[in-house]
């Protein structure tokens, strides 16, 4: 059962139609919200601090009906407890203030592999997990019936269909439009592949797919025109059964006829993450790890380190990105993605950055060296590094210093501007004249 509507029904019950509850089910129901008391007050206060600041709910309300989207605030960093996993797009319908039921249920938050509590190497290293894909970059959007409209129809994560952001506030129009632009864009593409009939075959499931546009969702690009919906592909993840059962990409695959992520041989997720922290062409794999519970698989996230500078250079033509990768050694891989206008600036680039470390590696005088880097980036930047910059100097480890100095001065700088050679070159300049 979800989670989000299960502790939602508690609390009205106790709340609305004064049911007073045992210390086991305080305990229970306090669990799910990751802190177990026997304490009624001690129980409520959880429970408004978890919907009053980690959780966000935006409604809509239709005649006497509401129907409310779930998801984790993000300005919050995320907290693991049972619930949490659940609020990332759970949406229910409540009548008179009274849940209803889960109209979309979708998958759990994916867990970062050796990054977030519960899921460390030591402890899930040696898992071999049931399918492995790869991530695609996009717009994750939930697909589920909703009555009140008499019709599928999408939400995102965040919002529903009749709602979107513009400057950080929340825009909220009529229930029957569809104001979003991404589910725009996959309302098109669904109502032109007859999607919705194959969908229409599983009234009361919930199907996670992701939105595939030109330009991949970490660098964050402005909302899609409706009118270049064709640009974009729908692409299905994970289904969810009436009952609560999550189905792998393979599942979802045979049960709408259409084709999942790219599928990536099986192996321990130590050597998973070890091949895709230096991929610059995939931001992650996704593991889909079985446990006693069908409603609740592990769904692990083993990510690159590299690809987001990697798409910053490709797409954004970030000098900073650029300076990191060429210090990693990525230069040739760095030439494969770029376009033929940006690939001789990256090549004269990386003999800049190369000369730069060269002078780092010939420089005796850590202190002075260092001082003068610090003066540098103090003026340009108004940064104090210079303890950090003589620490790794004398640890001999001068690709960190690099890196540090350069990812700091060419912070919002375009690979396109002659600016950077000449910030390079002055660095170089100072360093030599020691």
């Known amino acids: 059962m979800n ?6 029904s508690f609390v009205y019950r106790i709340t609305r ?16 919200l990751g802190q177990p008391t026997r304490k009624l007050s001690a129980f409520l206060d959880r429970y408004r601090q978890v919907f009053g600041y980690q959780i966000e709910r935006r409604c809509s309300s239709v005649g006497d009906e509401r129907i409310c989207i779930y ?9 693991l407890f049972p619930l949490s996993l659940h609020a990332f797009g759970t949406i ?9 039921d889960v109209l979309a249920y979708p998958m759990p938050k994916a867990l970062s592999y050796a990054k977030s509590p519960g899921l460390s190497e030591k402890e899930y290293g040696d898992r071999i997990p049931r399918e492995v894909t790869e991530r695609v970059d996009g717009w994750q959007l939930t697909a589920y019936y909703n009555p009140i409209l008499g019709r599928w129809i999408f939400a995102t994560r965040y919002v529903l269909h009749n709602m979107y952001f513009e400057r950080g506030r929340l825009v909220e129009e009529d229930f029957s439009s569809i104001a979003n632009p991404y589910i725009y864009v996959a309302d098109r593409l669904a109502d032109e592949f007859n999607l919705y009939q ?28 409706g009118s270049d919906y064709k640009l974009y592909r729908l692409i299905p993840l994970f289904a969810r059964d009436s009952s609560g059962k999550l189905y792998s990409w393979s599942e979802t695959e045979k049960l709408l006829g259409l084709e999942g992520p790219r599928r990536i041989g099986s192996r321990r997720l130590s050597e998973l993450y070890e091949e895709v922290r230096r991929r ?10 079985d446990t006693d519970d069908p409603e ?13 500078d990697a ?11 650029t300076a990191i990768l060429i210090c990693e050694g990525f230069l040739d891989e760095l030439k494969r993605i770029v376009d033929r206008d940006t690939l001789d600036r990256v090549e004269r680039f990386a003999l800049e950055v190369q000369r730069f470390i060269d002078v780092l590696q010939r420089a005796r005088d850590i202190d002075a060296v260092s001082e003068k880097i610090s003066s540098v980036v103090k003026e340009l930047r108004g940064v104090e590094i210079r303890g950090e910059i003589s620490k790794s100097l004398r640890e001999g480890n001068i690709k960190r210093v690099a890196k540090k100095v350069l990812g700091t001065l060419l912070e919002d700088k375009s690979l396109r501007s002659e600016e950077i050679f000449d910030i390079v070159a002055r660095l170089i300049k100072e360093i030599e004249s020691l």
């Open 280 to 289: 610059l062409d995939v931001r992650s794999y996704i593991a889909f790890i």
């Open 17 to 32: 139609e004064g049911y007073q509850p045992s210390e086991e089910e305080l305990m229970g129901y306090g669990a799910l």
């Open 71 to 79: 998801t984790w605030s993000q300005r919050h960093s995320f907290k």
């Open 92 to 100: 229910i319908r409540f009548r008179d203030d009274k849940p209803v």
């Open 198 to 225: 194959i969908l229409d075959r599983y009234r009361g499931w919930t199907f996670t797919f992701v939105l595939l546009g030109p330009e991949p969702a970490i660098t964050r690009p402005p909302y899609p025109m």
């Open 3 to 8: 989670r989000v509507f299960v502790v939602e």
């Open 311 to 321: 798409m910053m250079v490709k797409h954004l033509y970030s000098a900073k990105s």
């Open 296 to 308: 609740n698989p592990v769904i692990a996230e083993l990510e690159s380190d590299y690809y987001p």
